[in-house]
């Protein structure tokens, strides 16, 4: 069986599921409105390639523990139908229907909690994302295992896979994403695709004769 890979964000959506969240959260009042320049910062050392992995990880994760579960997944449902939906790239539907008969999966650096809802939102079956380790209901702050970022997805991934049975030599694949980030998983696959893809991504493609494509 073939595979297909896809990137969340900045790919599929045109906007990145964890400065969103934490504009959100300033709004609700969980979070300072000095809040925002971190998450600025963050948000363009992680386009720029310049983020170290546990530490992006671990920042994005930072607000979940003072908060109970029930508060989160409330605040989750209405964050996905006011800043996420709308975010949907035009062209999301019609890439995913051209793998329809293929193996399709969401790999993703941003976690498991905000990333499940628009997995189902998208139509996908299979998720491989960040874990947020969680203590006795409660998020920690930290990460589980390994993050699904830069050669972390290519781990998350290949043992994903081996969980199946299988590898991904075993596959003719596709990636699709917009990030200098996932340059290492671009590599590995078939036929990797840059999707509006970042100024450093565009020129690797440009280089390399990949194919690129905008979805917006």
């Known amino acids: 069986m ?4 896809f990137d ?17 959260l300033v709004g609700e009042g969980a979070l300072p409105p000095e809040a ?63 793998h329809k008969n293929d193996l399709v999966v969401m790999i993703t650096a941003t976690n498991r909690f905000l990333t499940e809802p628009i997995a189902r939102l998208l139509g996908f079956e299979h998720l491989i ?17 390994t993050p699904c970022m830069r050669e972390g997805k290519i781990a998350r991934l290949d043992a994903w896979l081996s969980e199946r049975g299988t590898s991904l030599e075993k596959h003719e694949s596709w990636f699709y994403s917009d990030s200098i980030n996932d340059l290492p998983l671009l590599e590995r696959v078939t036929h990797p695709v840059a999707v509006d893809p970042d100024p450093r991504l565009a020129e690797i493609a440009r280089q390399r004769g990949w194919r690129s494509l905008s979805l917006r």
């Open 36 to 98: 925002m320049r971190a998450n600025e910062e963050m948000d363009r050392r992680y386009r720029d390639g310049d983020a170290d992995v546990l530490e992006y990880v671990r920042f994005y994760l930072r607000p979940y523990p003072a908060h109970d579960m029930a508060t989160l997944l409330a605040w989750r449902e209405r964050f996905i139908g006011e800043r996420i939906s709308s975010k949907v790239v035009p062209g999301a539907r019609g890439v995913l229907d051209s």
């Open 8 to 24: 969340l964000d900045n790919t599929l959506l045109s906007g990145d599921t964890d400065f969103e969240w934490l504009c959100f």
């Open 129 to 145: 994302a960040t874990e947020p380790q969680m203590v006795a209901e409660r998020f920690t702050g930290d990460v589980a295992g």
């Open 2 to 5: 073939k595979l297909a890979l």
